[in-house]
């Protein structure tokens, strides 16, 4: 009898309308809750639908395949022509490198890929990683040069392409960074010399453009050195680098130095610890995570700015791909040329953006509860 009592008393289950729930739902919710965004949406649509067609047209349908000749995809413009990638991948990704040991700059890019998968995962941030990045360093440094292990020996001015761009961006990165906690811990320093060294370093290259800077160590700074004495021009360029990159990353990081409340710095000096044991482990710690999102935009930005080498006589991805265009037989594909490098700086760039992003949610989860 209770049965009967609970079922006939019972709300009769019912399905919610259908345009409150699924696909539906997140259309009227997302793209047409308002009139504007019901035009904007329209609007974006139209823009897409009239653009996505006949560029899939140009880059696939029509176009030509990876072992296409020149004088083919001259007779037929109206789709891309991969065959110039196919013909020139290997100039562009390695340079002027002697082909036969081409393998080498290829084995170099997987060594500073490696160091930084592993650099990415959190259980790998111990002491030793300093030293597997100091023996991948110098593996890359005996790949590329050679001159031992029956290697041959290849000079610097013959290193472009993709392993140039890495070199200048992953080192120079890696050697900046450092350098720009102690230049923002300076500039937050009690010490006034250490203060205004910090404050007049990072403002007088900030002040400076970094063509500026890459023209200074390529060409005012040989005047300077003694007769007979000479810096390698691919050092010159890597210091210039680490120059521009550490200023703007002590940028990035004070801003995380100043979003530390006091009552962190007061806590630490009450537990005892010194200076530097309450920066390591309770104050840079904190100011690391907040400032991810500006350090990851100074990455992204530095990444791309190993372009600028080329004033200077070297040529990374995107300047042995300007050198690939020159080619009489080549000339006029800049489309694909552009398209195909920009992928590459691409996955990097966006490689980096969301693995920051993950980063940044697992080292502030503590800030959202």
């Avoid at 290697?151 to 900046?176: D, F, H, M, Q």
């Avoid at 023209?215 to 021009?233: E, H, I, R, T, Y």
């Avoid at 552009?338 to 980096?352: A, E, N, Q, R, T």
Wanted: proline fraction near 5%; charged fraction near 15%.
């Amino acid at each position: 009898m209770t049965d009967n009592v609970q079922t006939a008393g019972a709300t009769p289950d019912m399905k919610p309308p259908a345009n409150t729930v699924g696909a539906v739902a997140w259309l009227r919710q997302s793209l047409f809750n308002t009139w504007y965004n019901a035009i904007l949406t329209v609007l974006v649509l139209v823009l897409l639908g009239s653009a996505i067609p006949p560029f899939v047209d140009w880059l696939l349908v029509r176009a030509h395949g990876f072992d296409a000749s020149s004088p083919a995809c001259r007779a037929a413009t109206d789709g891309a022509c991969w065959g110039f990638i196919g013909e020139k991948l290997r100039f562009i990704l390695f340079g002027t490198f002697p082909y036969d040991e081409q393998w080498r700059p290829l084995l170099t890019i997987a060594v500073v890929i490696a160091l930084l998968l592993a650099s990415c995962d959190r259980r790998f941030w111990k002491p030793w990683l300093a030293l597997v990045w100091a023996a991948g360093i110098a593996v890359v440094a005996i790949l590329m040069w050679g001159g031992v292990f029956g290697l041959s020996y290849v000079e610097n001015s013959r290193w472009g392409g993709l392993p140039l761009t890495l070199i200048l961006s992953v080192i120079g990165l890696a050697v900046a960074f450092p350098l720009a906690i102690l230049l923002a811990l300076g500039r937050r320093s009690d010490l006034p010399a250490m203060r205004v060294l910090s404050v007049t370093y990072i403002e007088l290259i900030r002040g400076v453009p970094l063509i500026s800077l890459l023209f200074m160590a390529s060409v005012m700074f040989p005047l300077f050195l003694p007769n007979g004495v000479s810096v390698d021009k691919l050092l010159r360029a890597q210091i210039a680098f680490i120059m521009f990159a550490s200023a703007y990353m002590a940028e990035a990081i004070r801003g995380g130095l100043q979003a530390i409340p006091k009552g962190q710095y007061e806590a630490a000096d009450a537990l005892g610890l010194g200076y530097w044991q309450k920066m390591r482990k309770i104050i840079l710690p904190q100011a690391l995570a907040i400032a991810i999102p500006p350090l990851v935009n100074t990455f992204i930005s530095f990444f791309k700015d190993t372009s600028l080498v080329i004033i200077i006589g070297l040529y990374d991805l995107l300047g042995t791909a300007k050198a690939a265009l020159s080619d009489p037989a080549w000339r006029g594909f800049y489309k694909e040329a552009y398209l195909f490098i920009g992928v590459i700086y691409w996955v990097f760039c966006y490689s980096m953006s969301k693995y920051s992003q993950k980063l940044e949610r697992d080292l502030n989860r503590h800030r959202r509860r």
